[in-house]
């Protein structure tokens, strides 16, 4: 093996051993539960034992109460769910996750109006980072389905 | 062209509630009978409805129905949460499992 190939190999296995830690499912499968951060092109794993809402509000530092006032703060962190069997990627969910399901809780009392949580760049952003790293680990099966939400 | 029917806001196609009656899910339910009911009718519904339909009917539906009662009730996404955690997940098929643990 060379030294390109050991390093690709190298990272997909920490890719995998990391969603490995988020997931929630049983009997084998993994669905990796990840926000990207769209502005600073980096992927966060959520781990398993805590929620969306709860991961995102201790990694900027903020509380959800902040959140709640505030939709501007998670407007970057895309949430993205990948499917990974037999350690490739054979689907890719981008744009919903619980953050949003819970804010929609507090759509009406904060007055959100008709304002999306993300902006479409940065889904779109997300997306396309998401897909070149899988790539570039070799994990993204060639016949991947992939789904945006724009929330 | 399409009908749809709207909850809390959320465009919920018509013939996806039509499919979901006959299966015994009424939607007009969902919104009525608490947030625990309406969750785990809901996760019952993710399942049934990944075996139904076509990919981008299915999320835009469950997308807009998830959003809706979680608008409606300010439980819901709690106990959705709780209720995930207890479904045994061996038979749940891909895109509803996707969809489930992505919450």
Known sequence: MGIFSKLVEEKKEEFIKKA???NMRGHGEIN??????????????VPHKINHPE??????????EDIKKNINLINQYIPVTV???????????????????WLDANKK?????????????????????????????????????????YK | MKKYIEYEG???????????????????????DGAESAAKSFIDIVILTDYMMQEEDYYENIVNLCSGLSKHYERFYRSLVNN???QDDRNVPNRASMFLYSM
């Open chain 1, 20 to 22: 490995k830690e988020t």
């Open chain 1, 32 to 45: 990796a539960r990840l926000f990207v951060d769209a502005e600073k092109k980096k992927i966060l794993f």
């Open chain 1, 55 to 64: 991961f995102i509000a201790a990694h900027i530092g903020k509380t959800k």
């Open chain 1, 83 to 101: 499917e990974i069997a037999e350690e490739k990627a054979t689907a890719v969910l981008v744009g919903i996750s619980g953050l949003e399901t």
């Open chain 1, 109 to 149: 009392k904060y007055n959100y109006g008709k304002d999306k949580y993300h902006n479409k760049k940065y889904v779109n952003q997300a997306r396309d980072f998401i897909l070149a790293v899988l790539q570039e680990y070799e994990i993204l099966a060639p016949d991947f389905k992939l789904r945006i939400i």
């Open chain 2, 10 to 32: 959320e465009r919920i196609d018509a013939e996806f509630a039509e499919g979901l009656e006959k299966s015994g899910f009424s939607i007009d339910s969902l919104f009525k």
């Open chain 2, 84 to 86: 995930i955690e207890k």
